[in-house]
């Protein structure tokens, strides 16, 4: 076997020494791995196994010294030579029998490695060249025989959290470094190693990022880019979802949960995924001066207050769970921040997991820990006409006061996409299709013509109402109509998630549970900005990120721009 390049080496290059190289060509052949046995067909023979006749023939024609050399061979390593009778190419996954192989001339053209089914979004190691200088020691480039044109190349940067979908991180990591490039896998562990990322691969055109986490690490990402980048400048962002909820990535069209299916799944169709704006909120603090609280009224409200005094989030401000989560990771959100009893019982789930994460080792055990936390708010769910969030806090919607509509609800949420919660759709599964981003921005440039225009389906599930339900409670008749009713207001349209508008929706706690069941909430607001006073203490959820807030307390929130983006039509 005169051909060098064909041949079993102990690791596949990921980078190129060189910057500038006259053989571009030279990395582009299979890098083959012993396997046992084939599990397809041979790429040379087109057979998944060899005949012991064939074996038997191409042995006769081999001299009597090779044949003698092969002997020595089998005697010396029987169990090597019986167990890998096949190899793979660590690139492109092709198959090939060891006889077979033995004739491979890679100089060949058919013969050269297409790197396979994610040939797109692998970054080749002739594409990334170590820097002495450069203080991440590589930077990546498109070379000069690849035409400038070819948009069917994106280059793919993958954000793994180790620690979500029950700590599965490590299992994807280890998965991904062999079916692309290692170096461009990365594990999160804070902004500088995102940072660093991002420099290696500044100058590579058209790249993307699929982002392996929570809705808390998606979050996380995005501002991260947001700081990096100018609005509707960063590389787009797919999700592999891996966290309880997951509402953006089913929004974006990736999924409800991980699994290695999905996942391979997802690599193939990101390279295809459309670019589109995605809204982001500013939110930020400040103190007020003391504000008293809005006085109760009704009979009922005012005797049952004398059961439930407050409930137990206002009560126990000096509880661990509370002192220790009083700062959040984001001043900035994508999805939605929320007030109230939802975001009491998320702040409990989140201390508890980072006390003992090994109980929270998959999505469907951490929505069990997750329900049976919800058991200890027993009595703020029952009593749910004793309390409400207007003694609270004063919330003001584009100016308006609209403390008046809380005078029913136990939830405050203020909505950026349509789904809510693990999937629920508090403000109407009917949302505005996204419009293209030359309607939206003025003066863009022409990348963005690239930019293909998103249209979500319009299923709008038929509102509960009492006279579909007659043997219904009074009370929860009376909540849905109320919310039935304000479908009419002309100020309040549909959720889009780039029109620079903000939802606000409440929930009492019977919605809380109608809302798992396509009902909605009670919507409040469409507006560009919100300021919350808060009265007393309250815990607060911010796209996966709880903490709790002291009293006299302003939150003001308002638009910080558009990130791109990838939604997924093959679902």
């Not at 809380?406 to 759709?425: A, K």
Request: some cysteine; proline content about 5%.
């Amino acid at each position: 076997m005169s051909d060098t390049h064909n041949y079993l080496p102990f690791c596949r290059p990921s980078f190129s020494d060189n910057i500038i190289s006259d053989d571009h060509g030279k990395y582009d052949h299979h890098y083959w791995s012993p396997i046992p046995s084939l599990t397809k067909s041979c790429m040379m023979c087109k057979r998944k196994s060899l005949s012991r006749r064939l074996t038997i023939r191409r042995e006769s024609h081999i001299s009597e010294d090779n044949a003698a050399h092969i002997q020595i061979r089998q005697d010396l390593k029987p169990k090597f030579a019986k167990s890998c009778r096949g190899l793979i190419c660590l690139w492109c996954s092709e198959e090939c029998h060891r006889q077979c192989w033995q004739s491979v001339n890679d100089n060949n053209d058919d013969n050269k490695c297409d790197y396979g089914k994610y040939k797109n979004i692998i970054v080749r190691p002739q594409w990334l060249h170590r820097v002495a200088n450069s203080p991440v020691g590589f930077q990546a480039r498109f070379p000069d025989n690849i035409d400038p044109s070819n948009s069917s190349l994106t280059p793919l940067i993958v954000f793994i959290n180790k620690l979500s979908g029950g700590q599965k991180g490590e299992i994807i990591y280890n998965k991904l470094i062999r079916l692309l490039n290692p170096r461009q896998v990365f594990l999160l562990e804070n902004d500088a190693s995102v940072m660093q990322a991002l420099d290696i691969y500044s100058s590579l055109r058209n790249t993307r990022i699929l982002l392996c986490g929570g809705d808390g690490t998606v979050g996380w990402i995005l501002s991260t880019l947001a700081k990096r980048f100018s609005s509707l400048d960063n590389p787009p962002v797919g999700i592999c979802p891996m966290g309880t909820g997951n509402d953006l990535s089913r929004v974006l069209g990736w999924g409800w949960s991980y699994n290695m299916k999905r996942l391979l799944t997802t690599l193939l169709h990101i390279s295809n995924a459309k670019p589109i704006a995605l809204d982001r909120w500013q939110v930020d603090f400040e103190p007020l001066t003391r504000i008293d609280p809005i006085e109760e009224t009704g009979s009922i409200r005012r005797c049952l207050s004398h059961i439930l005094d407050h409930p137990k989030f206002v009560r126990e401000i000096d509880r661990p769970s509370y002192q220790n989560y009083q700062k959040p990771l984001n001043v900035r959100f994508t999805n939605y921040i929320s007030f109230g009893l939802d975001a009491a019982v998320v702040l409990d789930f989140h201390d508890k997991r980072m006390r003992d994460p090994s109980k929270f080792t998959s999505p469907m055990k951490n929505k069990l820990i997750y329900l049976n936390i919800s058991r200890q708010y027993f009595r703020e769910f029952a009593l749910w006409r004793a309390w409400n969030l207007r003694s609270y806090m004063r919330i003001i919607c584009d100016g308006e006061d609209m403390t008046n509509s809380l005078r029913h609800c136990h939830t405050v949420v203020l909505l950026n996409i349509p789904s809510y919660g693990s999937g629920t759709h508090p403000w109407s599964r009917t949302y505005q299709n996204s419009i293209s981003l030359s309607n939206n921005i003025p003066n863009q440039t022409e990348k963005f013509n690239q930019i293909n225009s998103n249209r979500f389906q319009d299923i709008d599930p038929p509102d509960y109402s009492y006279d579909q339900c007659k043997s219904a409670r009074e009370d929860i008749s009376n909540t849905v109509e109320s919310s039935r009713a304000s479908v009419t207001n002309d100020q309040i349209g549909r959720q889009s998630i780039d029109d620079r508008k903000i939802e606000v929706v409440g929930l009492d706690s019977i919605q809380m549970a109608l809302i798992h069941i396509g009902f909605r909430g009670r919507r409040i607001a469409q507006c560009s900005q919100v300021r919350l006073e808060l009265i007393r203490s309250m815990p607060v959820h911010m796209d996966g990120d709880p903490f709790y807030l002291p009293q006299f307390t302003a939150i003001n929130v308002t638009h910080a721009g558009q990130v791109l983006v990838l939604t997924n039509d093959n679902k």
